[in-house]
């Protein structure tokens, strides 16, 4: 279990990521963040030391994106470049993919997007249509994905799709490097009525030829990896514990935020020569705000507990569990601060209007919170399926 004290140097980590987001603050250029960021090595503290990383793990990256969160200028890259790709490639990549895209990765001059969500399949591994078909020592890829976030400032795009096992014939997931300017590479921005720094993109693969080299762990012997024909499961589930973990990470920021707001508000606010902080119904939301920040807190750092000690399986329930408790502390942290100020809650001088809808997207992405409680159902109760 993680130790309930963090350790001097993830205290210091905090103490120091915090400060860089309250330089830059709400109204940041995010380019610039990114890029001081990168260069302090905030945004690869979770890789290799070897590849330019910081050598930590998930716990530290959780950190950094809920400080800069808390501070108002959440990162959502961070959870796609560095905590998915990142990790699936230095745990599964081959030295010349690990070469080339790592130390880019952690510090900042290059990014990757993650390409898995499909209109007709959601996030759901055994209904993915885009598919990979050898074509002499090349593959071609075909498919369609929407909701991938951040494609235009991405320098590839790492693709799920599937291909057949030439042992069995069935379909099994694999993960591809697919550079920007690939031809037969097409994005469409999804016109989102929630404006994001990061944009959303549908992406199109149109016999999109790849070398070899472009399967994440190698060439057509490597299509599964060293690990046997369920590798490419592996390799996906791989990136998707530690993207529950960082949601977690970024809700949980987005909470802090907002209650700091309102907490700031409730203390300056005088009505009827009394700060509004000083009446218990405006203080008791925020007290109950605090504490399911908090305890949501603690399942993450369990969960990326688990998940830096190798325990998969564990960091999985774990993690859904967090992104669930983060979720749902986000959602009513920012209401209970908006409704705290008042009509001053939906102006721009206090930067927590938009928060409303982007709390949402802490339950919705990348995995809703009803298919977490059917993962706990089945996978932790061992309840039956309906489905």
Same mark, same amino acid.
């Given at each position: 279990?993680?130790? @309930? !004290?963090?350790? /001097? ?21 995010r380019?610039a #963040? ?12 979770? #890789? ?13 990256l ?11 200028c959440p990162? #959502? ?9 990142? =990790?699936?490639?230095a745990?599964?990549g081959?030295?010349?993919? &690990? ?10 001059t290059? +990014?990757?997007? *993650?390409? !898995? ?5 959601g ?5 993915i +249509?885009? =598919?990979?078909?050898?074509?002499? =020592? ?6 369609? &994905? ?10 590839a795009?790492?693709v799920?799709?599937r ?7 069935r379909?099994k ?23 994001? =720094?990061?944009?959303? *993109? ?12 472009a #399967? ?17 499961? @592996?390799? @996906? ?9 960082m ?17 700031? $508000? ?20 925020l007290?109950?705000a ?11 750092? &369990?969960?990326?507990?688990? $998940? /830096?000690a ?13 992104? $669930?408790?983060?979720?749902e ?10 409704h705290t100020l ?9 930067? %927590?209007?938009? %928060?409303?809808?982007?709390?949402r ?11 977490? @409680? ?10 039956? &399926?309906?489905?």
């Amino acid at each position: 279990m993680p130790t @309930l !004290i963090e350790s /001097d140097e993830r205290k210091s980590l905090r103490a120091a990521v915090a400060a860089l987001g309250t330089r830059h603050g709400r109204n940041h250029d995010r380019e610039a #963040l990114w890029s001081e960021a990168g260069k302090l090595g905030y945004l690869g503290v979770n #890789l290799p030391e070897e590849y330019g990383g910081g050598g930590g793990g998930i716990a530290d990256l959780s950190i950094v994106l809920e400080e800069l969160g808390a501070a108002g200028c959440p990162l #959502l890259m961070l959870v796609v470049s560095p905590a998915i790709c990142g =990790t699936v490639i230095a745990r599964f990549g081959t030295e010349r993919q &690990k070469r080339d895209w790592l130390p880019g990765i952690a510090d900042g001059t290059r +990014t990757m997007a *993650f390409g !898995i969500t499909e209109p007709d399949a959601g996030s759901n591994s055994h209904r993915i +249509t885009t =598919t990979a078909r050898r074509d002499g =020592t090349d593959w071609l890829l075909t498919g369609r &994905k929407v909701f991938i976030s951040g494609v235009d400032l991405a320098d590839a795009t790492l693709v799920v799709g599937r291909t057949e096992d030439s042992r069995t014939g069935r379909l099994k997931p694999c993960l591809f490097i697919v550079p920007r300017d690939t031809p037969g590479f097409e994005r469409r921005q999804i016109d989102m009525e929630l404006q994001a =720094t990061e944009k959303q *993109f549908e992406l199109t693969f149109d016999d999109v030829r790849l070398p070899a080299e472009a #399967l994440v762990g190698g060439g057509p012997s490597h299509a599964f990896g060293s690990g046997g024909e369920d590798a490419g499961l @592996l390799q @996906l589930f791989a990136g998707l514990n530690p993207e529950r973990v960082m949601t977690a990470a970024f809700a949980i920021g987005m909470g802090r935020y907002a209650v700091g707001r309102a907490v700031e $508000y409730a203390r300056d606010r005088t009505v009827w020569k009394a700060p509004i902080g000083a009446h218990q119904a405006i203080a008791h939301p925020l007290a109950q705000a605090h504490i399911d920040l908090e305890l949501a807190r603690l399942m993450m750092q &369990k969960a990326a507990h688990l $998940y /830096d000690a190798g325990d998969d399986i564990g960091a999985g329930e774990a993690a859904n569990m967090a992104k $669930y408790a983060a979720g749902e502390a986000c959602v009513r942290a920012v209401d209970t601060s908006v409704h705290t100020l008042g009509g001053n809650g939906l102006t721009r001088e206090f930067g %927590l209007a938009s %928060l409303i809808t982007a709390s949402r997207v802490a339950r919705i992405a990348p995995v809703s919170r009803e298919m977490i @409680l059917n993962y706990v159902s089945h996978q932790t109760l061992g309840l039956p &399926k309906s489905y």
